[in-house]
């Protein structure tokens, strides 16, 4: 069975530091890969997705993650974190031979300090 | 706008009841999905639909049920409500089978007694 590693339970985190999140699966073939926030209080919503392309992706708010195909990875970034981006982070990953339901990993607790 | 909305947004029920949370959307989508979210897990599939008269069991479907009637609505059964059933509860729908963005309801709160 698809599976989905996100290496980091909870992050802490000071304004303006950089933040990575680290996101394994471990099906080989083609995939579509996802990044979800949760803010506190508020349902989910989409970060960015990976179909094909660029391995570099950049979506809402200044993040961007990287598709590591040899690596079996998506790991999310941002340079410089807010305070706002306070939140949970769920990579997903989807695939057409599983009939295209998402597998979420655990999620990553961020909280930032002012 | 389109938007997916859920309820109740928080609900208390007894051990042995049948419970049942609604889930509408006006994206006009064929996609839909329920998933509960737990502490450590992530979110796992309980139930989904590709279309009406649709549905599918997720990973975790054992003592839910669900019934797909209209393209907005899709409401998740409880079928005898137990105490490892309390959960948060989201619906999401999608536009596209392909591998398609889902959008997410804000979520019910279950706690079962």
């Known amino acids: 069975a698809q599976s989905v590693s996100q290496h980091n339970h909870h992050v802490i985190l000071s304004e303006a530091a950089s933040l990575e999140l680290g996101c394994n699966y471990s099906?080989?073939?083609?995939?579509?890969l996802f990044w979800y926030v949760q803010y506190p209080g508020q349902h989910l919503q989409l970060l960015l997705k990976?179909?094909?392309?660029?391995?570099l992706v950049k979506g809402i708010k200044g993040f961007e993650a990287e598709f590591i195909k040899s690596k079996f990875s998506f790991n999310l970034r941002k340079p410089s974190v807010q305070w706002s981006d306070t939140a949970e982070y769920f990579c997903a990953v989807n695939a057409p031979v599983r009939d295209y339901k998402l597998s979420f990993g655990a999620g990553t607790t961020v909280t930032v300090r002012a | 706008d389109a938007e997916i909305t859920q309820s109740p947004r928080h609900k208390i029920t007894e051990t042995g009841r049948q419970v049942t949370l609604a889930c509408h959307q006006t994206w006009n989508h064929n996609n839909m999905f329920w998933y509960r979210q737990d502490l450590g897990h992530g979110l796992r599939l309980i139930h989904y639909?590709?279309?009406?008269?649709?549905?599918n069991k997720g990973e975790v479907s054992d003592g839910y049920s669900v019934s797909r009637s209209n393209t907005e609505d899709l409401p998740l059964t409880l079928e005898s409500a137990a105490s490892s059933q309390t959960s948060v509860y989201f619906c999401a729908s999608s536009e596209y089978t392909g591998g398609d963005e889902q959008y997410f309801g804000p979520g019910t709160r279950l706690t079962v007694t």
């Open positions: 639909s590709y279309g009406v008269q649709d549905t």
């Open positions: 990976y179909f094909s392309g660029d391995p």
């Open positions: 099906y080989g073939g083609t995939v579509n």
